[in-house]
């Protein structure tokens, strides 16, 4: 939420710039977009926070690439994946097609179906124009408490005036959490369906939070959080899985089924096949003469 905050705040700059030009030479919500995913990328590099250089680039890519054929062709802008140094395991998706993703949350991940659903969750973000949505709605509940705030103080000859600031921040701030907790779990249905379209198992979702509540140090009631309970985001995938079976029902429920990070299914349920498949019982030497072929 922080995050989309802040982001919130590029884009009114932004788009207050925009408005110095006239009406037809304005920017689209396209090259806002750009716009705001340049700045926090140049932002992210002023800090040193942008990792150019890492091992955990041959875990990403490939799992990037198989997300990144079902989700370019739903965005103006290909999606790029780039790995961030930050403390906390996250990932935050940004206007204009990057998707950051932290080298603690490489760490924390399990399996490849649990990092193919945070980068799928991440993709929907953007896909949604989640941030220029959620701009436009904090906008108007500003808009909207301003004015509240103004008639209470004219009737009050402001002696109300600290009360009402206060009542009017923690309004606006349930009001902004709200529309954050809609947009998540949009993002966790789309993000399912993307990985189930690109062939990765959209169960990693579900496994993912699962760590996070055996993770979690308190958690807080989902009603002051900007995002939903992880049970809460477990129990709305059951049910999207269960109610459309044409998608979701080829892949397993059971953790037991991922694939370690670096491999592939297919490496997988080759590795699996040939550990089954039939091999010769090996012979101690000498059992055969010289010559009769049989070779160790």
Known sequence: ?????????????????????????????????????????????????????????????????????????????????ILVHETQPNAFAVPGGNVYVTDSLMKFVQNREELAGVLCHETSHDIHHDVLHLYQKQQKTATAYTIGDLLVNLATGGRAQRAVDTAANIGFSLQTMTFSRDVESAADRKGAETCAEAGSNPWGMVWLFQQ?????????????????????????????????????????????????????????????????????????????????????
Request: aromatic share 10%.
């Open 1 to 81: 939420m922080k995050r989309l905050l802040a982001v919130g705040l590029t884009l009114f700059l932004a788009t207050a710039a925009a408005g110095a030009v006239p009406a037809a030479a304005q920017s689209s919500d396209d090259q806002v977009e750009t716009q705001i995913g340049q700045q926090e990328y140049q932002a992210l590099q002023k800090k040193g926070e942008l990792i150019s250089n890492s091992p955990y680039y041959a875990v990403l890519n490939p799992i990037a690439q198989q997300i990144k054929r079902v989700a370019d062709p739903q965005y103006f802008h290909p999606f790029q994946f």
């Open 212 to 296: 996070f509540e055996k993770a979690d140090t308190g958690g807080s009631m989902e009603m002051l959080s900007d995002h939903p309970t992880d049970q809460h985001r477990i129990d709305d995938l059951r049910r999207e899985f269960a109610a459309n079976p044409t998608l979701f029902g080829r892949y397993s429920s059971s953790v037991a089924n991922a694939t370690p990070l670096g491999q592939s299914p297919r490496a997988v349920a080759a590795s699996a096949a040939r550990s089954t498949a039939y091999k010769p019982v090996r012979k101690p030497k000498g059992m055969f003469p010289p010559g009769s072929g049989y070779k160790f």
